[in-house]
């Protein structure tokens, strides 16, 4: 008796994943790879700032699904970003290319792309992390900050209230997701003006109350300029916040220069300046 033969089905190609960075506005800031990765797609999700920026990219692709639809009030956000991970998951072990986009850098305040491209590479799949521009490289360009200048520390506001945090206040201070400190339940998306006083009464230990500080928002369309307010720290309780907007401390003090590690340097200096002298 013969065996029967059955041609290789073409439809048994591994799946694949790609998480893009769509940048911060609208199809200016999108690269020429992530473009790429989008339009080789079979399926797309996308988890963008803007409804506008969703059609927009509805435009480009035939099968975008959308993950906002996922977020709901009093609904844990880690629950909602490990169903994102499983609905591109599945797309990929159904031998599909997936392409996760998300709004600025998909691996910064983003928990979803980094867990998904874990779990694929882990189940032998291909996967891949594009960058984009994020809110922080707007942030330097619009407001004109360069980090190299005096130091820049960066971190997500409510450590600063559940952890021991040093703060180099001879630096600039970033915060992120202001609009949230202090949200534990990681189910709300606003805290309100007490959560934001305990904030100050933390950074009143580095800063004085009425040193500047610069609330900031990038654009997210071409039409929009970013959005810039510069209040004392002691408002930031005052005023309206969105979960969008960025906290920037400037620096409150100078440079304190090292005498130790000066002479340290200078001994140094000295001593490989003889040796060149030695060797001529």
């Not at 439809?11 to 199809?27: I, K, P, Q, Y």
């Not at 360009?141 to 703060?167: K, M, V």
Request: glycine share 8%; charged share 25%; hydrophobic share 40%.
């Amino acid at each position: 008796m013969s065996t029967l033969i059955l041609p290789v089905s073409q439809d048994t190609r591994r799946g694949s994943l790609a998480c893009v960075g769509m940048g911060m506005t609208l199809g200016s800031h999108l690269t020429p790879l992530a473009r790429s990765h989008i339009e080789r797609a079979d399926v797309v999700f996308a988890a963008l700032s803007d409804a506008v920026v969703e059609k927009w990219l509805q435009r480009k692709h035939p099968d975008v699904r959308s993950l906002q639809p996922y977020y709901k009030e009093g609904k844990s956000r880690l629950k909602t970003y490990k169903e994102w991970v499983a609905l591109m998951l599945d797309e990929v072990r159904a031998g599909k290319r997936v392409c996760g986009v998300f709004y600025g850098h998909p691996g910064i305040f983003a928990w979803s792309p980094h867990k998904a491209i874990e779990m694929a590479r882990a189940e032998g799949f291909e996967a891949h992390m594009e960058p984009g521009i994020s809110a922080e490289d707007c942030l330097y360009a619009d407001l004109g900050i360069d980090p190299g200048r005096f130091g820049c520390q960066h971190f997500e506001a409510s450590q600063l209230l559940l952890y021991e945090r040093r703060i180099d206040p001879a630096g600039y201070l970033v915060l992120w997701q202001v609009g949230l400190v202090g949200d534990r339940s990681l189910g709300r998306f606003q805290t309100g003006p007490a959560y934001r006083q305990v904030l100050v009464d933390r950074l009143s230990e580095d800063y004085p109350l009425d040193h500047e500080v610069i609330v900031y928002r990038g654009a997210t369309l071409p039409i929009d300029k970013p959005q810039i307010r510069h209040i004392a720290l002691r408002s930031l309780p005052d005023i309206a916040l969105t979960t969008e907007e960025t906290v920037i401390l400037p620096p409150a003090q100078t440079l304190k220069a090292n005498l130790v590690m000066r002479e340290r340097l200078d001994a140094l200096d000295k001593l490989e300046g003889a040796d060149m002298m030695a060797n001529m």
